[in-house]
């Protein structure tokens, strides 16, 4: 199998497929979470956001789900395009008054999608 | 829409140098952050500050500094560059509502 923190997990869909990206997040106090996404040689851009209470929320094409019980966050992206493909990362705002506004990141996973 | 702004995307320095990366934001955000992203390893918290002159060391603080003399701008040093410097370097600034706008980056080689 594949080392940890060597290898990012990887998607491939045909242009027009849905997708869906998963994390699992670490801290059961974690109050907000993001979904970023970020292109070969550009920082990560903001896509969409979801509050720890709720469990759905959708954007243009972007749906998040979180389920609180498995500490688990998906992004689903309808209809997707080339222009999709990236590495997408989700983030974890650990919740509490000391965090000074830190998030902590997932490692990512690479989408890549095929005309 | 807030703007965090990298002083360049593309560095090259010698080791030894010293080498200072600039940030600057426009939304008086309290909170900022420096990164470094290398393959596989997903982004890790070099230093961070929450205020003017404020900072706290992050993940991997070794062999970097940092500077906030005012509140829009958050500065990244490396004292003597060497070539496991090399990388690329993000930014990031975050208000109280919402999570992290990034810079571009800046992609430091370091020979």
């Known amino acids: 199998g594949e080392s940890v923190g060597l290898h990012l997990p990887t998607l491939s869909v045909q242009e027009g497929d849905n997708s869906i990206i998963n994390c699992a997040y670490s801290?059961?106090?974690?109050?907000?979470f993001i979904w970023y996404k970020q292109e070969s040689g550009k920082g990560p851009q903001f896509i969409i956001d979801?509050?720890?209470?709720?469990d759905k929320r959708q954007g243009q094409r972007v749906t998040v789900l979180l389920n609180k019980t498995v500490k688990h966050l998906s992004l689903q992206i309808a209809a997707t395009q080339p222009g999709d493909s990236a590495v997408y990362f989700c983030?974890?705002?650990?919740?509490?008054?000391?965090?000074?506004?830190?998030?902590?990141f997932g490692q990512g996973t690479i989408l890549t999608v095929h005309p | 829409d807030v703007k965090v702004t990298q002083s360049s995307r593309y560095l090259v320095k010698r080791t030894g140098e010293k080498v200072f990366l600039e940030c600057v934001q426009d939304?008086?955000?309290?909170?900022m952050f420096w990164y470094r992203q290398d393959p596989g390893l997903g982004l890790r918290l070099i230093y961070f500050?929450?205020?003017?002159?404020?900072?706290e060391k992050g993940d991997i603080p070794e062999g970097y500094s940092v500077s906030r003399e005012k509140k829009e701008r958050f500065s990244l040093i490396l004292e003597s560059a060497s070539t496991n410097q090399t990388s690329m370097y993000l930014c990031?600034?975050?208000?109280?509502?919402?999570?992290?706008?990034f810079g571009s980056g800046t992609r430091l080689t370091v020979v």
């Open positions: 939304m008086d955000h309290e909170n």
């Open positions: 990031a600034s975050r208000g109280t509502a919402k999570g992290y706008t």
């Open positions: 979801i509050r720890s209470n709720m």
């Open positions: 500050s929450y205020d003017v002159k404020m900072k």
């Open positions: 801290n059961s106090a974690s109050d907000y």
């Open positions: 983030a974890e705002n650990p919740g509490g008054g000391t965090s000074y506004g830190k998030l902590t």
